[in-house]
């Protein structure tokens, strides 16, 4: 496996997740991006990055499913933050309840497909009920994520 993908970094939100739209969620995730990469001097080049991408194409996939994303020169390990809404927050095109924020090496976007893929797959093989009950323990989402990014 490509060692990018070796050195991925996963965090699961514990809570209900607040954001009142996706502005405030991406804001919020890159937040927590900034401290686990110990990167808080890219903060403002993530949102800025994730946010122009939004403006110029929704990242919402469908059922649900948003991810965010953003590529960061420099940057030597790739970060995927989860955030879970039971209410959904308002996204550009759809109400989003599961928002996935990835956070590339600028020098690598193959990468963010590969992920990107993954993601779509393993959103897909769940019912909304399933996806609901993995939501409600952070520690089995991050599990089951893990196992299917291969973390």
Not at 119 to 145: M, Q
Request: charged fraction near 25%; glycine fraction near 4%.
């Amino acid at each position: 496996m490509d060692k990018l993908m070796d050195q991925l970094l996963l965090k699961v939100h514990e809570q209900d997740f607040p954001a009142v739209d996706w502005e405030q969620a991406l804001r919020s995730l890159v937040h927590t991006a900034a401290i686990q990469f110990n990167e808080s001097h890219n903060e403002d080049e993530i949102i800025t990055d994730a946010m122009d991408r939004e403006q110029v194409e929704s990242t919402y996939i469908g059922l649900g499913l948003a991810v965010p994303h953003a590529r960061v020169q420099g940057l030597q390990r790739t970060g995927v933050y989860v955030a879970f809404s039971r209410t959904g927050i308002p996204w550009p095109t759809a109400e989003a309840h599961l928002i996935v924020l990835l956070i590339v090496p600028w020098e690598n976007p193959e990468v963010h497909l590969q992920l990107l893929s993954r993601i779509v797959r393993w959103r897909k093989s769940l019912t909304e009920a399933e996806l609901c009950a993995l939501a409600e323990s952070p520690e089995k989402l991050e599990a089951t994520l893990s196992a299917e990014l291969e973390v």
